[in-house]
């Protein structure tokens, strides 16, 4: 048996676009988008890219970004521009801290916002909790407790899903896992079939093939773990 031993596949913006109108026939045979289908095409492919924030956590979309808390600071933006100049987290599922040289990474709690706003304001010492919120291309992490002097030579270490990347140029490749890009391209399908006049009946059937599609990427993008059950003691 001869394989190709290759195990990367990408696909650029245009390419991707091109595959979509094949989907929905209004491209003959060895025809090309034109401008104005390019153009459209990649309006709809960055809109679709946005709404798949809704997924959820994939574990490809995971990163880690470390700070230094500084005295008598609880609050800090993250974002581009901001104190923690990277993109901004959608969500923050884990958090942990280092005290100093000491390699042992110490668990933070991380807090819905509704409970940090019922918190006493603190003095200063170490944090043990952390609250996020986002908001419009930024966020913002809060500390408790805040840090004084002593907590300065801590490093806090979040767990974060990052936003997707979208398409700038028409060579650019989609920043998603190859088994996503059967999902995307029938999704952008069906976002462009009425532009183009596709009968409902058809665009029912792409909406079937899109959705069928996506779960299947979605099942390889969950981390694996263990559940753990145990029965609840009551007093009798």
Do not use: C
């Not at 596709?198 to 390889?220: G, S």
């Amino acid at each position: 048996m001869t394989t190709s031993g290759n195990t990367i596949y990408q696909l650029t913006r245009d390419e991707l676009i091109t595959a979509a109108l094949r989907k929905l026939g209004v491209l003959a045979e060895g025809q090309t988008p034109s401008a104005q289908n390019l153009s459209d095409g990649a309006q709809a492919v960055n809109v679709l890219i946005a709404a798949l924030r809704s997924i959820g956590m994939p574990l490809w979309a995971r990163k880690t970004y470390s700070f230094n808390p500084v005295a008598n600071t609880g609050s800090y933006d993250i974002g581009i521009g901001k104190t923690f100049n990277t993109a901004y987290p959608l969500h923050i599922m884990q958090a942990y801290r280092q005290d100093g040289s000491n390699t042992t990474k110490i668990n933070m709690e991380v807090i819905p916002n509704f409970n940090y706003n019922l918190y006493p304001t603190s003095s200063g010492g170490t944090p043990i909790q952390l609250s996020y919120q986002p908001f419009i291309n930024y966020g913002t992490i809060r500390l408790w407790p805040i840090p004084d002097s002593s907590a300065t030579s801590s490093t806090i270490t979040i767990v974060y899903q990052s936003p997707f990347e979208y398409f700038n140029a028409a060579t650019d490749t989609l920043a998603f896992p190859e088994e996503w890009y059967l999902a995307i391209i029938y999704k952008l399908a069906t976002l462009l079939a009425p532009e183009w006049g596709i009968p409902l009946a058809d665009r029912q059937d792409l909406k079937k093939d899109a959705a069928e599609y996506i779960e299947m990427a979605k099942e390889v993008g969950y981390e694996d773990g263990s559940l753990f059950v145990q029965p609840n003691k009551r007093n009798r």
